[in-house]
Every structure is written in structure tokens, then in C-alpha cells.
Nanobody, 122 residues
Framework: QLQASGGGLVQAGDSLKLSCAAS????????VGWFRQAPGKEREFVSA??????HYSDSVRGRFTISRDSAKNTVYLQMNSLKPEDTAVYYC???????????????????WGRGTQVTVSS
């Protein structure tokens, strides 16, 4: 199971750190991704961590940082310089079968956690 947490209501320019904790699975064996879905929009890729490689969407590159704490079996998404357009429900997901070319494809991921709401006010 995956459990995402850390969302909240912040102002533009603020920071948040999301956590994705796993139970019953070792993150070291999986690629872990973050996706988000804003109201009325499709779910979109945000970032992924795959065996030391980090991937980001163009919209968050340079502002968000993904990391993993193996001891805590948790993946983090540090979000800085937040913008109102970052407002969405954020989901973490995991897969054992990701390759670089599919890392941003939500269909690649087999395990999903419940989302955490991030709201950025202007």
C-alpha cells in the first residue's frame, strides 16, 4: 500500500514537501512516480524516481525535487516556488516494470495511493 501525505493550502511562492510511504513493498525494487490531477483536467506526470534516476515534467523541473529514504521506505517530493497552477490532487504510484521511455505514463504504474490535496493561492 502507498500513502501520500503532506498536502495543504499555501500561498504562491511557498514550499511543501509531500511524502509517499510504502507498506508491504520495498521501494528499492520499484520506480516511484508522482502524478497530479487538477479539477476538469487529466492526470499528469510530475516526477519519478527510478533506481537513482530522477525524472521531471517540464512544468516542475527546477522547482520540484524527488528523493527517496530507503530506511524509511518513503519517497518525497519537495515542491518549491509553488504556483497557483500547481493546485491539484497529488498521487504517488509505484511499478516494478518501468523503463525510461514509459516512466511518465500513468498506465505503467500498478500501485497507487490515495491523493493528497495541494492548493496554491495567488
Amino acid at each position: 500500500q502507498l500513502q501520500a501525505s503532506g498536502g495543504g493550502l499555501v500561498q504562491a511562492g511557498d514550499s511543501l514537501k509531500l511524502s509517499c510511504a510504502a507498506s508491504g513493498m520495498a521501494f528499492s525494487r520499484y520506480a516511484v512516480g508522482w502524478f497530479r490531477q487538477a479539477p476538469g483536467k487529466e492526470r499528469e506526470f510530475v516526477s519519478a524516481f527510478k533506481w537513482g534516476d530522477r525524472h521531471y515534467s517540464d512544468s516542475v523541473r527546477g522547482r520540484f525535487t524527488i528523493s527517496r529514504d530507503s530506511a524509511k521506505n518513503t519517497v518525497y517530493l519537495q515542491m518549491n516556488s509553488l504556483k497557483p497552477e500547481d493546485t491539484a490532487v497529488y498521487y504517488c504510484a509505484a511499478t516494478a516494470r518501468a523503463i525510461t521511455s514509459t516512466i511518465s505514463n500513468s498506465g505503467t504504474y500498478d500501485y497507487w495511493g490515495r491523493g493528497t490535496q495541494v492548493t496554491v493561492s495567488s
